[in-house]
């Protein structure tokens, strides 16, 4: 039965990948440099998606307020910025969890997670008061004051969602994982590696899980096991794996002894040589400088499929590419083995071009987190240059 319905799946979401896609109304077509250095080995991909700039961008800094548990004082919390959220469909609707934050944390103000709400994926309602935030908690050592950031939500099978996001407390990112019914009341389980190698990861740098899901055709994202774990893949200097048994305890993997690395170990992976590399960086491309996970992963009859983020360095990257731009790429690995790659977009599928992807927080980003479908098309929500939110669509078919 689940074979019968992956493929009925995979004809409806992934066909048709390959073709350039005409630009719509209040559209603009996103860049699809990998179908053209790759012409033959794209039909798994998910691209020719195009922003819509008739709305874009679906979130901009708000003026919601909350009394702080750790400040006492009322704050607008997200005054200054939002960006890179995670994405929820539940009864026809778009669910937004989204990074915002405020003008008065350090370092670069205090981030939450905040919550919007739309009934056609395009124009949001938003909460006054954020749902995850920094408290006085077991946590907030942890989150303090740098913040609750980049969230990512999947679901299991009875219908609990499960949240992986950063805790930053000015000087490291930890990853962490809180679990809700309703998208509303959180509870924050604490750091995702706390349990592993008797904490030998729990001070490591440590972000961006995307777990291995099921896209449902109803817009539910389930959390999936192969061989017999529930997979994700973390990190932003390379793109590492770990596995679980309830997807709140997770266990990075390592090398085998003496297995030798893919590239020269640099960044945040010079202090965790001990993992493997899943997808690594790539020298005189525009994933040159890192990677770091996107969306959920997808898990389709022709493996999984992870869309990724990734950092340009144009004197050993892409020459093409403005110092340190933000493009999104993706990455096929196997269905049943989930540390092998199968197939890579030879380019990127999503560039900035806009002036408010271009200029910000951080200038020249598109940063990939949440994925959709809704009613008949995917919605891909994206981070502008770590200012706002904006989408980009295709059809399912």
């Given at each position: 039965?689940?074979?019968?319905?992956?493929?009925?799946?995979?004809?409806?979401?992934?066909?048709?990948?390959?073709?350039?896609?005409?630009?719509?109304?209040?559209?603009?077509?996103?860049?699809?440099?990998?179908?053209?250095?790759?012409?033959?080995?794209?039909?798994?991909?998910?691209?020719?998606?195009?922003?819509?700039?008739?709305?874009?961008?679906?979130?901009?800094?708000?003026t919601g307020s909350f009394v702080d548990p750790i400040r006492h004082q009322r704050v607008s919390w997200e005054e200054k910025d939002v960006f890179n959220p995670a994405i929820v469909v539940r009864d026809g609707k778009v669910y937004m969890l989204y990074r915002a934050q405020d003008k008065i944390g350090k370092p670069a103000g205090t981030s939450r997670i905040g919550l919007a709400v739309s009934g056609d994926g395009l124009h949001f309602t938003r909460e006054t008061a954020p749902v995850?935030?920094?408290?006085?908690?077991?946590?907030?050592?942890?989150?303090?004051?740098?913040?609750?950031?980049?969230?990512?939500v999947v679901q299991d099978a009875e219908g609990l969602y499960y949240m992986t996001y950063t805790a930053y407390d000015g000087n490291l990112a930890r990853l962490m994982v809180a679990?809700?019914?309703?998208?509303?009341?959180?509870t924050k389980k604490g750091p995702a590696f706390a349990r592993a190698y008797g904490g030998k990861y729990i001070d490591k740098w440590s972000k961006s899980g995307s777990i291995v899901s099921t896209y449902e055709a109803d817009g539910r994202v389930v959390a999936t096991k192969v061989g017999g774990k529930y997979w994700m893949y973390w990190g932003d200097q390379f793109i590492w794996a770990a596995t679980s048994d309830d997807l709140v305890n997770w266990t990075p993997v390592e090398k085998h002894p003496g297995e030798a690395d893919p590239v020269a170990l640099r960044g945040q992976a010079l202090a965790m040589p001990d993992l493997k590399i899943?997808?690594?960086?790539?020298?005189?491309?525009?994933?040159?400088?890192?990677?770091?996970?996107?969306?959920?992963?997808?898990?389709?009859?022709?493996?999984?499929?992870?869309?990724?983020?990734?950092?340009?360095?144009?004197?050993?990257?892409?020459?093409?590419?403005?110092?340190?731009?933000?493009?999104?790429?993706?990455?096929?690995?196997?269905?049943?083995?989930?540390?092998?790659?199968?197939?890579?977009?030879?380019?990127?599928?999503?560039?900035?071009?806009?002036?408010?992807?271009?200029?910000?927080?951080?200038?020249?980003?598109?940063?990939?987190?949440?994925?959709?479908?809704?009613?008949?098309?995917?919605?891909?929500?994206?981070?502008?240059?770590?200012?706002?939110?904006?989408?980009?669509?295709?059809?399912?078919?």
């Open positions: 039965m689940r074979k019968a319905f992956l493929g009925l799946f995979a004809a409806i979401v992934l066909g048709g990948c390959q073709g350039a896609g005409d630009a719509g109304a209040g559209k603009t077509t996103v860049d699809s440099a990998a179908a053209a250095l790759a012409p033959d080995s794209t039909g798994w991909a998910l691209v020719n998606f195009e922003k819509v700039d008739s709305v874009n961008p679906v979130l901009q800094p708000g995850l935030y920094p408290a006085e908690d077991a946590w907030k050592k942890y989150e303090w004051e740098g913040g609750c950031e980049d969230p990512r679990t809700s019914p309703d998208l509303v009341h959180w899943v997808v690594p960086t790539r020298s005189k491309h525009f994933d040159s400088d890192l990677v770091e996970s996107g969306p959920p992963a997808m898990l389709t009859p022709k493996g999984i499929l992870l869309m990724y983020n990734s950092r340009n360095v144009p004197s050993f990257g892409d020459t093409a590419l403005a110092e340190g731009t933000y493009a999104a790429s993706e990455v096929l690995l196997d269905g049943a083995d989930p540390l092998k790659i199968v197939h890579r977009l030879g380019g990127y599928f999503m560039k900035p071009d806009k002036p408010y992807e271009i200029t910000g927080q951080v200038n020249e980003v598109c940063f990939l987190e949440g994925l959709a479908l809704l009613k008949g098309e995917w919605l891909l929500y994206y981070g502008t240059a770590d200012s706002k939110i904006a989408v980009a669509a295709r059809a399912a078919k």
